[in-house]
């Protein structure tokens, strides 16, 4: 039955949870389709997570390939396809624990980077899986500076192929994803060599392993890099290439190509190729960094009610651990930041479609902006939404470091969203070069994008704050947001101008101020993240009491933010000492106002337990059995220990016959 402690939290919800649920995925006709798919997925044995928890490496790549086989069969059963509605929501019902994920990257750096041909020959191949594709361009020796890649293939104009070798053991190809065990072919990147001229990075088609028999294919060292601190389920690789031959062809050529005499052709624009890295990134941010937030919000806040310790008033039952407002202080933040990413999602998507629309008409201008924000949000959302896990991971006490509560999967999972599709800094720091050149337009009266007009208007001024009740306006705050943001980003620019102009070269000025451009990036994304879920909230009906709990949310997500990073808000005296106090008590109250509505406010992320698949967060809230169950589950407990005979025999007999 239901936990009476978890239930009592459902009676009392001031808004409808399936309205919200709704709201969040953007319609009840959504709701409906992600439901359909995660009842197809889950009454699938084969898709069954159950024994996660207990398997090896080995057991969790066959695990993920044998899904990933069987996913092909049950889009074909259900009549699921790639561009399809439901497609979204599959990979989210089966919590990414897929193998093949490269094979979608290695299809679309073809369908991108290829040419019609190529795309006609290619595709349809790795569409019906006659082969399996991998992506191969981080290196041991490079990852993140691609121009710095050490693979070469020079041009053979006798035989028209390319030779493609690892020169040194840096250029070795190191961490593509299914390259380790399954892949047959793969796009390696690597130097242009013609006539002894170098080309700079291009991706070349190389098959390397055999169609017959998966043996690697001659000239091809290649196996799996070892274990990892999660992501078990994939066989990342290594890859040595010794004088191997692949035809011309096999070099993708939209935009440029090695023509038979050796003469290299270059045409069209290459900055499609940042719009590739975008739809990524985009992606990325909800399905690897929000949604396992929401998932440990819904654990840790689900347990935080049913786990009762200690007293808060003498002669009544112990309390939920909830109602201690150090707990709220540590949970409910985190949970109006899920809130607050996901709105942030549907603001760069909105931003993703319009540059798509104008790039289809051939038009580049917006790319900088949506390049500059993708890469800024990837990073600070993913950065925020690992500590926030961490956080909700230790807010269980003891049984959240027990793999049984989900959470440490969660956390050892998202860690590495922080460093995949770009190093976390050095993408700030892109965001800050985008914002230092709008900021130099802006002071000289350029137009610049529309997100990025606060910066022509940095004044000095203060809050006009007089109470703590002016904190909760959103005028207020998105203001003090705003002044923030601009102060460090103009005086960033300022100390980068005088650097420069005292003589120091470009490149160490701009290196004497990275930590506080990425600051200043960071801030700029902050404030728009708070703008942004003001004016959701705004555009929200007010019916069913949805956004009344949604500005609540809102309105802590901004305090939280100016509470505890007051040093740039007192900076320079924007905000007061007493003002600060304001926002402290506004901050506590809020964190009473929305405990009560904590459950209902998981509830509506809608996750299954299977989905959740945590001895802690399921829907009825019974933890401890549960815990207990799933311990007799453990291989350690299903046979006698292998200590038992060999060490613990000995020493306790030995031990018994001295007595």
Request: aromatic share 10%; hydrophobic share 40%; net charge positive.
């Amino acid at each position: 039955g239901m936990n009476p402690d978890l239930a009592s939290e459902r009676q009392t919800a001031s808004f409808s949870v399936e309205k919200l649920t709704a709201r969040l995925d953007g319609g009840a006709e959504h709701t409906r389709i992600r439901r359909a798919v995660v009842e197809a997925i889950e009454c699938d044995p084969v898709f069954s997570r159950e024994n996660q928890y207990f398997q090896s490496q080995n057991e969790r790549y066959e695990a993920a390939v044998r899904k990933a086989v069987h996913l092909q069969k049950k889009m074909h059963e259900m009549g699921w396809t790639e561009d399809g509605p439901e497609f979204k929501y599959i990979y989210r019902a089966l919590s990414g624990d897929i193998a093949f994920l490269l094979h979608r990257i290695f299809m679309r750096s073809i369908s991108v980077l290829g040419s019609k041909q190529q795309i006609a020959k290619w595709i349809p191949l790795a569409t019906q899986y006659q082969l399996i594709g991998s992506y191969a361009q981080t290196e041991l020796g490079h990852g993140t500076y691609l121009q710095g890649l050490e693979t070469t293939a020079v041009f053979d104009i006798t035989t028209q192929e390319f030779i493609l070798n690892t020169p040194k053991i840096s250029a070795m190809k190191w961490w593509p994803g299914d390259m380790g065990r399954s892949a047959t072919h793969t796009v390696v990147f690597a130097q242009l060599y013609v006539h002894g001229k170098c080309y700079g990075v291009h991706p070349f088609i190389v098959q390397i392993r055999s169609l017959q028999d998966h043996s690697l294919c001659p000239g091809i060292t290649a196996g799996d890099i070892g274990p990892k601190m999660n992501f078990e389920h994939v066989d990342n690789g290594y890859l040595m290439l010794q004088n191997v031959r692949v035809p011309r062809e096999n070099m993708l050529n939209k935009f440029c190509e090695v023509q038979p005499d050796g003469t290299y052709a270059r045409w069209g624009s290459q900055k499609i190729n940042y719009f590739t890295m975008t739809t990524v990134r985009i992606s990325l941010i909800s399905d690897e960094a929000v949604i396992p937030l929401m998932k440990a919000c819904t654990i840790a806040i689900r347990y935080s009610v049913v786990r009762r310790q200690s007293k808060l008033k003498p002669g009544e039952q112990e309390a939920k651990i909830l109602d201690y407002q150090t707990q709220q202080e540590k949970l409910l933040p985190q949970l109006a930041a899920a809130y607050a990413f996901h709105f942030i999602n549907n603001y760069l998507q909105e931003l993703f479609d319009k540059v798509y629309r104008e790039i289809q008409r051939k038009k580049f201008d917006t790319l900088p902006e949506l390049h500059a924000f993708s890469s800024g949000f990837k990073a600070m959302v993913t950065q925020y939404c690992t500590s926030a896990v961490a956080i909700c991971l230790q807010a269980c006490g003891g049984h959240g470091y027990s793999l049984l509560s989900g959470l440490p999967s969660l956390y050892t999972k998202i860690v590495a969203s922080c460093i995949y599709e770009g190093e976390n800094s050095i993408l700030l720091l892109q965001t800050a070069r985008f914002l230092i050149k709008c900021f130099m337009a802006a002071s000289t009266g350029q137009p610049v994008p529309p997100s990025v007009t606060y910066l022509a208007a940095v004044k000095p001024g203060k809050c006009p704050a007089k109470n703590k009740l002016d904190f909760l306006s959103p005028d207020v705050y998105t203001e003090a947001y705003q002044h923030m943001a601009a102060r460090l980003i103009s005086s960033t620019a300022a100390k980068l101008q005088d650097l420069i102009q005292s003589g120091v070269k470009k490149t160490d000025a701009w290196n004497q101020c990275t930590v506080q451009l990425v600051q200043a990036a960071k801030a700029h994304c902050h404030h728009i993240t708070v703008k942004n879920f003001a004016e959701t909230v705004e555009k929200l009906e007010t019916k069913a009491g949805i956004q009344k709990i949604m500005k609540h949310l809102c309105d802590l997500f901004a305090l939280h933010g100016i509470f505890s990073n007051g040093g740039v808000f007192l900076h320079d005296g924007y905000i007061s000492g007493a003002q600060m106090d304001m926002v402290t008590a506004s901050y506590l109250d809020l964190l009473a106002v929305i405990r009560k509505d904590a459950v209902p406010l998981v509830d509506a992320f809608d996750f299954t337990d299977k989905s959740l698949n945590s001895a802690l967060g399921s829907y009825d809230g019974q933890v401890y059995q549960r815990l207990y169950e799933w311990a007799q589950k453990s291989p350690t407990n299903k046979q006698m220990s292998p200590a038992y005979e060999r060490y613990l025999k000995p020493l306790l007999h030995n031990t018994l016959s001295k007595l």
